[in-house]
Each structure stands twice: as structure tokens, then as C-alpha cells.
């Protein structure tokens, strides 16, 4: 029999590693991919929990970025073959959806996404010398800020990947929205021909068909649709190769000329480079004009979800035209309750979107001069609104307005009351 290893050789192979920045040493977990930067970003800038992990779209988009950089810096012989292939190789594993755990950093963190920033270069840095032979921790032959973030800004870098992101992620709730629109306008034919009562400021008005609310319903969750896709279309206009402030300082020219093509075969997105650079260091407006949109499409949503829950009301106290899929008991009280759960669900999501809209653009407003360190929680925002957006959605779909009914009996007492009071 194998002797057990000792307690000590135990402890030894768990002990933390010591790293060293400007500041002093650090302990960091042994087997981290990440460093003493990251370390010192959970420390001082983590309050809300969210972490760049739980977003693998951007730590995707940041993977792509750091390997576009990796080759147009190779191209510029800023990084020769050997370390660029390395570089390049660790951020396949990241595209891959592989070490999300190694992004602890909070993402509405301050310093303008410098954690961010940091992580990401620590991590593929780490995975670049091992598989180089290299140690994790020691940063050699491939260093994070001499080799990863070679010719890059936290600012150009954060800027372009968060904008990926976000039109990735949105694809995803277009979908979702589009699937939405088609239940609802099946619905308007379904119930065309049943006749109820129209009701202006809540009062009765005439006789009209109860297909026609859901067939405005679609036609207004379309054109939100729509004008995201418009906002969300502006965001291709990227700034990678502008560092920091806009200028390119720091990226040679060649590397600049390359980045934008191999960005474009990595993401296969039409990406373009923004017009003013400064401008695009300075504000974010294209992502504030997401938000907006998104908030639109909220308050839509708000407004269907309330019709919903009027329409369905009753049993015998409310207006008990349509009825909703029983999907969970309703009360802990009154026996046999069924509530409107799953718009009231919606209601919930959205009321959260529209408190990211409010983020978003405090977000604007709060940069100043040559560069709005707010960028990040803004875009963030974006990305937690669509999300959150995407999930409720497709419940909402699937489990109440694609099961919907009509109670035909009520709608045609209604129909009839307001044929004899319009004569």
C-alpha cells in the first residue's frame, strides 16, 4: 500500500502563492488562474456580487478581443510567433465557455472595468505559460500587461467586448420576442370572430372583437422590437485600437490598421470603428439608447400584463372575459385561488428593466471629460436588462399567453350590453 502523504505535503501543495505588484505582496490561491490584481479587485471594489463570471457572453467577447489584439500585434512584431500562439490558444479555451470560475472581479466595480481588464489578462497570461512549461504566478515568458494587454487600453478593450456582448445576448432575446409576437397574433385570430366590450378610461364603450387587443399587441411588441434592433446596430461601431483616451497612444499603427479585420473573422460580426474616437472614450450614448429602448419595451410589456390580469379577472367579482393557464396554487388563505402569477412575473421583470434604464443613463450622465469610467456598469445594466427580459418573456409565452382562452359566454353578455347602450 501507497504511503499517505503527509499533513505537511497536503498543506504545502494547498499553501497560497506569494505575488508581488507596486503596491506589496499578495497571498493568491494556489491553483488561481488569476493574480495579485484580481485579488486586490475582489478586495477593494466588490460590493454587488455580481461577477465577470456569471457573464460568459463578455468574458467570451473579452476573449475574442484579447485574441484579435494577439494577432494584429503579431503582425505588428510587437509579440513574436511563439507567444502570440500562446495567447491565442488560452483565449480559445475562454470562447469555449472553459474558467468561468476564474473571474471573481466584481463587474460594477470602479476604475473605469479596470478589474475587468485585469482578470482577463491574468487568466489567459496563467494558461499561456503553462502551456508554454511555464508556472502559474510567475508571468513568464508571458507577462498580462506586457503581452496580453500589449497595444490595449482598459478602455478600448472593456468598450468593444461589452458591445459584443450585448448584441450577442440580444439575439437571444429577439428571438424570444419574436415568438412572443407570433403567439399573440395567432391569438387575435383565434379569438376574431368573439365579440366583448371595449372599455375607454375604464368605463364601457362599444361592441368590438376581443382578437383586436392581442392583435395590437403584437404590432407594439414588433416595433420595440424593431427600434432595439436600430439602437442595438450602432453599437458595431467600436474603438478598439484607441487606448485610452482616443488617441492610439501606445498601439503602433500597423497594429491599429490590423485589429478591426481579425476582430471581424473572430466575431463574425460587421464591425466598424467609430467615426471620433475621442467621442467614443467620452460617451455612451449608443449604450444609453439601448437601455431606452429596452425601458420602452418594458412599459409595453407592463401595459399587456395589466390588460391580462384585468381581462382575467374574477372569477365572478371581475371582468372574467379571458382565462389564464392554472399553472400554481394562488393562496395560502382562499381555497381553490388561482392568481395571475406569470404576469405578475413580467410586471416584476420589468420593473427591474426599467430600474438598468435608469443605471444605464445616470451611467451618461456622470462621465466627465476625456473618459466616462462608467461605461462598464452601464453596459452591465444593458446586459441584465436583456436578460432578464429573455427568461421572463419566454415564460410568459409558453406558459400563459399561448394557453389562453376565452370565455364566450361573458363576452357575448358584454358585447351585448354595449350594442343596447350605443343603440
Same mark, same amino acid.
Request: proline letters at 4%.
Given at each position: 500500500?501507497?504511503?499517505?502523504?503527509? /499533513?505537511?505535503?497536503?498543506?504545502?501543495?494547498?499553501?497560497?502563492?506569494?505575488?508581488?505588484? $507596486? +503596491?506589496?505582496?499578495?497571498? @493568491?490561491?494556489?491553483?488561481?488562474?488569476?493574480?495579485?490584481?484580481?485579488? %486586490? $479587485? +475582489?478586495?477593494?471594489?466588490?460590493?454587488?456580487? %455580481?461577477?465577470?463570471? /456569471?457573464?460568459?457572453?463578455? @468574458?467570451?467577447?473579452?476573449?475574442?478581443?484579447?485574441?484579435?489584439?494577439?494577432?494584429?500585434?503579431?503582425?505588428?512584431? @510587437?509579440?513574436?510567433? /511563439?507567444?502570440?500562439?500562446?495567447?491565442?490558444?488560452?483565449? =480559445?479555451?475562454?470562447?469555449?465557455?472553459? &474558467?468561468? =470560475?476564474?473571474?471573481?472581479?466584481? @463587474?460594477?466595480?470602479?476604475?473605469?472595468?479596470?478589474?475587468?481588464?485585469?482578470? +482577463?489578462?491574468?487568466?489567459?497570461?496563467?494558461?499561456?505559460?503553462?502551456?508554454?512549461?511555464?508556472?502559474?504566478?510567475?508571468?513568464?515568458?508571458? &507577462?498580462?500587461?506586457? &503581452?496580453?494587454?500589449?497595444?490595449?487600453?482598459?478602455?478600448?478593450?472593456? &468598450?468593444?467586448?461589452?458591445r459584443i456582448a450585448i448584441i450577442d445576448r440580444w439575439a437571444g432575446l429577439r428571438s424570444v420576442l419574436d415568438a412572443c409576437i407570433d403567439v399573440a397574433r395567432a391569438k387575435a385570430k383565434q379569438f376574431h370572430s368573439i365579440q366583448t366590450i371595449a372599455r375607454t378610461c375604464l368605463r364601457d364603450a362599444s361592441a368590438v372583437s376581443l382578437g383586436e387587443i392581442f392583435g395590437a399587441h403584437a404590432s407594439a411588441i414588433e416595433r420595440r422590437a424593431a427600434e432595439i434592433? %436600430?439602437?442595438?446596430?450602432?453599437l458595431r461601431r467600436i474603438n478598439l485600437g484607441a487606448t485610452a483616451i482616443g488617441d492610439g497612444g501606445g498601439a503602433p499603427p500597423l497594429y491599429r490598421r490590423a485589429v478591426l479585420a481579425h476582430l471581424n473573422q473572430l466575431s463574425k460580426m460587421k464591425l466598424t470603428r467609430r467615426a471620433n474616437l475621442f467621442d467614443a472614450a467620452q460617451n455612451i450614448d449608443d449604450l444609453a439608447a439601448v437601455a431606452a429602448q429596452l425601458a420602452l419595451l418594458a412599459e409595453v410589456l407592463i401595459k399587456i400584463a395589466q390588460d391580462l390580469r384585468l381581462l382575467s379577472s374574477g372569477p365572478e367579482g371581475g371582468y372574467g372575459e379571458i382565462e389564464l393557464p392554472a399553472v400554481q396554487e394562488g393562496s395560502s388563505f382562499f381555497p381553490g385561488k388561482i392568481n395571475p402569477v406569470i404576469p405578475e412575473t413580467l410586471l416584476q421583470c420589468c420593473f427591474q428593466v426599467l430600474g438598468c434604464e435608469r443605471a444605464a443613463r445616470i451611467g451618461l450622465e456622470r462621465g466627465e471629460l476625456n473618459l466616462n469610467i462608467f461605461e462598464g456598469s452601464a453596459a452591465i445594466n444593458v446586459m441584465d436588462a436583456i436578460a432578464m427580459l429573455e427568461r421572463s418573456v419566454s415564460v410568459f409565452t409558453e406558459l400563459c399567453l399561448r394557453g389562453i382562452t376565452a370565455n364566450e359566454a361573458r363576452c357575448r353578455q358584454l358585447a351585448a350590453v354595449a350594442r343596447r347602450r350605443n343603440g
Open positions: 500500500m501507497a504511503a499517505r502523504p503527509s /499533513r505537511a505535503s497536503r498543506s504545502s501543495r494547498l499553501a497560497p502563492r506569494i505575488e508581488s505588484d $507596486s +503596491i506589496g505582496d499578495l497571498e @493568491v490561491p494556489k491553483r488561481a488562474l488569476y493574480g495579485i490584481h484580481t485579488v %486586490r $479587485s +475582489i478586495r477593494n471594489l466588490g460590493f454587488s456580487g %455580481r461577477t465577470l463570471g /456569471r457573464y460568459p457572453a463578455y @468574458v467570451r467577447a473579452l476573449a475574442i478581443v484579447k485574441k484579435a489584439a494577439a494577432r494584429a500585434n503579431r503582425e505588428a512584431s @510587437v509579440l513574436d510567433r /511563439r507567444l502570440s500562439k500562446a495567447i491565442e490558444a488560452a483565449c =480559445d479555451e475562454l470562447i469555449a465557455g472553459e &474558467h468561468l =470560475d476564474q473571474f471573481p472581479v466584481d @463587474v460594477l466595480g470602479g476604475g473605469g472595468g479596470i478589474a475587468v481588464n485585469l482578470n +482577463i489578462n491574468e487568466v489567459i497570461a496563467n494558461l499561456a505559460n503553462e502551456s508554454l512549461g511555464g508556472a502559474r504566478g510567475i508571468y513568464k515568458p508571458v &507577462h498580462p500587461k506586457l &503581452h496580453v494587454n500589449a497595444s490595449q487600453s482598459t478602455a478600448d478593450v472593456c &468598450h468593444t467586448a461589452s434592433d %436600430r439602437a442595438v446596430m450602432a
